[in-house]
Each structure stands twice: as C-alpha cells, then as structure tokens.
C-alpha cells in the first residue's frame, strides 16, 4: 500500500493547478522513498484544465466529472479509490513546502491518535494566514458581531498564532478544526466516520468532518511544521462574491441545524439577519461611496434579500458555477480553502 494519496480538485484553475502540481513535484523528488499517488479530481472545467494536468503530471490519476457537484463530492469520488495509508486533501490555489508530504506522514504514523492534520497556512507574500478555526455555534457567533462591529477582519474569535514551543511547533497542537486547503486525513478513520458530507457543496464540509473526527475520539492537530502557501479567494469570491457569501451562509445553517440544533441555527440565522440589514442601512446613510464600498453594498443587500426571501435554492455557489464562472476559493471565517 502507498503512503500518502495527494487529491486535488480543481474547477477551471489551470494555472493555479498546475503551480500546485508543481509544488507536489518538487516536495516529492526531495523524499524519492516516499510511496504516494496524486488524484485530480476535475469538477467539469471547460477550459484547459485537464491538458494541464496531463501537461504538468501526466502520471496522475484523473477523474473528470460532467458537472460541478461541490468540492465534497469531487473529494468522495478520490476517496473512493485511493490506495494510500493517509491523504492529503490539497486545494488547487495551494503550494505546499518541500518537507510537507514525509512530515505529514511522518506525525500520522508517529501519532495514531491524530485523525486530521492542518497546516500553516501563508499568504503568497510571506503573510501568516488564519489556518484554524473554532466551530460555529452561539458563542462564536456573538464574538464575531463584536469583532465586526469593531472594524476586525476577522470572522472568528480561535487565534492562529504561532505557538513559541519548539517540540509543538514540530509536533502540532490541538485544535477544533483546521481549515481545509491542505489537509491530511488518516485513512483507516474513513471506515469509522465516513467520507465528506456532500450536503455542504463548498464551505464547511471539512468543518464539519472535524468534527465526527473528535466525536469519534481522534485529535485534529495543526502543526507549524507543515507550510504551505494559499492564494486565499484567488478564484470564486473574486468573480461570483455574493454568490460565495450566500453558498457560505447556507453551509453555516446546515452545520449549525446538524450540530447545534435547529434552535441555535434560528438564533443565528435573525443575528445574521439583524446584522446585516444594520450593515445595509449603514452603507446607505453614508452618503456618496467608493466603487468599493458599492461593490459591499450590493452583496450585503443581496444577501439580505436572500434571507428574506426563505433561502431559496438556485442563488448559490453551485448555481453561478454552472453558469459560467469558476474557480475554488476561500469565503469568510473558516472554510474553505
């Protein structure tokens, strides 16, 4: 059996694909002893998409699927066929680090009770990027309306620092999820909590693995020892933005309606709503605004109007994918990639 299995899904990125491959190459050719596969999943790109991929790793295994039916679909169709003892779930708008594949796969091996291992995630300059994050719920909700109303970027109150210990920083720490651009999953746990929930088609699906992962009595550990490089929102929230706000919002109530209830999931759903429509009338009461700040004002009115109109289907991700545009990207708050 192989050590690792690298998927990769990608939707009409074949420029960002094949940085990735290339990254996979160069951390592969410096461990030849490491035994491992690259799966690409390719969630219907109508582009150039898959002559990159032969171009740039014509070893890899492929799976080329009609239509886009969400990044947990695209993953579960790798799983299915796998033949590694671990994988890694790599987003195709990342670049891991040359001792990335063997440590992952040294610390699975060396920790059997490690389910999920995140890395440390940085921006293409250099820049640290949030790389863990806590699950969602009522009290995560409220600390993200403050930090919101105090002018943060953030979306969530769990800190990425830098842990200043030599042995965790080579060995990880505990944590309640890691997002999911770079991934590594024990393979022996899929038999005990199953593959990805394909109810989520972009957002939080890793989220909410994470958490059958604890539930099933294995640690999720982010380690910074793991680097990798993500051009966080490179591709779908630049192109469809309200779209990929919606398609977060609708991960964020079917998480909370599976794991929190459905009375927590109303709560949170009217703060969002509240929220929201005081942000709206902000942006209105202030008077002549920038491109920019109209661009804000269009999604959030947008995103208003969804709500209030009972959620309908059809306004998403999946949607707008189908329609033209593309890409996987990262939205707000610990999701995606």
């Not at 953030?154 to 060995?171: L, M, N, T, W, Y």
């Not at 709560?267 to 009338?281: D, E, K, Q, S, Y």
């Not at 994918?321 to 890409?327: F, H, I, P, Q, S």
Request: glycine letters at 12%.
């Amino acid at each position: 059996m192989m050590d690792l299995s690298v998927v990769i899904v990608n939707h009409e990125t074949p420029g960002l694909l094949a940085r990735c491959l290339a990254s996979v190459k160069s951390a592969a050719s410096a461990h030849p002893g490491l035994r491992f596969e690259t799966i690409v999943v390719d969630n219907g790109s109508r582009d150039d998409s898959l002559d990159v991929l032969q171009e740039s790793m014509p070893s890899a295994r492929r799976i080329a699927l009609v239509r886009n039916r969400g990044f947990a679909a695209g993953v579960n169709r790798a799983l299915a066929i796998r033949r590694g003892r671990h994988i890694l779930l790599l987003n195709s708008d990342a670049e891991i680090g040359r001792e990335l594949l063997v440590r992952g796969v040294c610390l699975l091996d060396g920790s059997p009770d490690i389910g999920v291992l995140g890395a440390a995630l940085r921006h293409p300059d250099g820049r640290a990027q949030r790389s863990v994050h806590g699950f969602p719920g009522l009290g995560a909700e409220w600390l993200s309306g403050r930090s919101r109303w105090r002018g943060s970027a953030s979306e969530s109150p769990v800190s990425d620092r830098p842990v200043a210990d030599p042995v965790g920083f080579q060995r990880g720490r505990d944590v309640e999820a890691v997002r999911g651009a770079v991934f590594f999953i024990r393979g022996e746990l899929l038999e005990k909590v199953g593959f990805l929930d394909e109810g989520y088609f972009f957002f939080l699906e890793e989220t909410d693995f994470c958490w059958r992962v604890r539930e099933a009595g294995f640690r999720v550990v982010h380690c910074e020892a793991l680097q990798a490089a993500h051009r966080l929102g490179a591709s779908s929230k630049a192109r469809v933005p309200l779209a990929t706000r919606i398609e977060f919002h609708r991960s964020l109530y079917r998480f909370l309606d599976r794991r929190r209830g459905s009375s927590v999931a109303t709560i949170v759903r009217t703060m969002r709503i509240i929220r929201n429509a005081g942000l709206v009338l902000g942006l209105c009461l202030a008077g002549p605004v920038s491109a920019g700040a109209r661009s804000r004002l269009e999604e959030r009115w947008g995103l208003l109007l969804w709500h209030l109109r009972g959620r309908p289907d059809g306004a998403g991700l999946e949607s707008a994918l189908g329609a033209g545009a593309g890409g996987h990207g990262v939205g707000e708050g610990g999701g995606r990639r």
